[in-house]
Nanobody
């Protein structure tokens, strides 16, 4: 059974940092693009960041550029999202996803075929 399990969410104050982790099990995603998405209450799920299979290419939504960093450790089958200078508008459930048919980072939600259950990030002002 393939699983993506996110961890590292929590309640922080504006300006703080969090590091999300996503551990995959059941198969390796070392040849797959991985991504992070988020969904705030009453809003649609949106792309946040993605990383190529090698880790050499990344993509971000404009609102997190310069604050968030996506990375991966293929030996651990794990992808990370380092979030710095958090803002209240970053509050959302954050989801990890894998695009098994793509090696390049892609911002399209419908290109990802494996999803985690999500981890809550709440940023207070």
């Amino acid at each position: 059974q393939v699983q993506l399990v996110e961890s590292g969410g929590g309640l922080v104050q504006a300006g703080d940092s969090l590091r999300l982790s996503c551990a995959a099990s059941g198969r390796t995603f070392s040849s797959s693009a991985m991504g992070w998405f988020r969904q705030a209450p009453g809003k649609e799920r949106e792309f946040v960041a993605a990383i190529s299979w090698s880790g050499r290419t990344t993509d971000y939504i404009d609102s997190v550029k310069g604050r968030f960093t996506i990375s991966r450790d293929n030996a651990k089958n794990t992808v990370y999202l380092q979030m710095n200078s958090l803002k209240p508008e970053d509050t959302a459930v954050y989801y990890c996803a894998a695009a098994s048919v793509s090696r390049r980072p892609i911002p399209r939600l419908d290109e990802y075929d494996y999803w985690g259950q999500g981890t809550q990030v709440t940023v207070s002002s």
